[in-house]
């Protein structure tokens, strides 16, 4: 199938503070991209069979949407093995709860948070349970 989404982009007022965000919260690793303020993140090594999609970092251009307007762009959501350990790791370096922890029945556990930068992002556990 055609028209899928291929890459991700994360604005950050400060990006050495958001790599260290993601870095500690989901192991994620940034190469920077030549001389360029624009960092490859790599959310599995380049060997790995995992599906997923690898993205970018860069300063953000403008200035983020204000605390509760809600968000202007996509929201990417990542699949975890454990919701509550990761929620740790996001209170730990120093993430806000957007949605906290809910089902979807059947099926998973989701909730959305926000970065260190003013981001919203999901978090999805599989589990078949969820109620």
Same mark, same amino acid.
């Given at each position: 199938?055609?028209?899928?989404?291929?890459?991700?982009?994360?604005?950050?007022?400060?990006?050495?503070?958001? =790599?260290?965000?993601?870095?500690?919260?989901?192991?994620?690793?940034?190469?920077?991209?030549?001389?360029?303020?624009?960092?490859?993140?790599?959310?599995?090594?380049?060997?790995? &069979?995992?599906?997923?999609?690898?993205?970018?970092?860069?300063?953000?251009?403008?200035?983020?949407?204000?605390?509760?307007?809600?968000?202007?762009?996509?929201?990417?959501?990542?699949?975890?093995?454990?919701?509550?350990?990761?929620?740790?790791?996001?209170?730990?370096?120093?993430?806000?709860?957007?949605?906290? &922890?809910?089902?979807?029945?059947?099926?998973?556990?989701?909730?959305?948070? =926000?970065?260190?930068?003013?981001?919203?992002?999901?978090?999805?556990?599989?589990?078949?349970?969820? &109620?």
């Amino acid at each position: 199938m055609s028209n899928r989404v291929v890459h991700f982009e994360i604005q950050a007022d400060n990006p050495e503070r958001a =790599m260290k965000f993601y870095k500690s919260v989901f192991g994620w690793d940034f190469e920077q991209w030549g001389n360029n303020k624009y960092w490859m993140v790599m959310t599995a090594p380049k060997d790995s &069979k995992e599906k997923g999609i690898n993205g970018g970092l860069l300063p953000r251009p403008c200035p983020a949407p204000a605390k509760e307007q809600g968000t202007n762009a996509y929201v990417c959501t990542v699949q975890v093995e454990d919701f509550d350990d990761i929620a740790k790791k996001i209170k730990k370096a120093s993430g806000l709860i957007a949605m906290p &922890k809910f089902a979807l029945p059947g099926m998973a556990w989701q909730g959305y948070f =926000m970065d260190t930068e003013g981001n919203t992002f999901g978090v999805h556990q599989q589990d078949k349970n969820a &109620k």
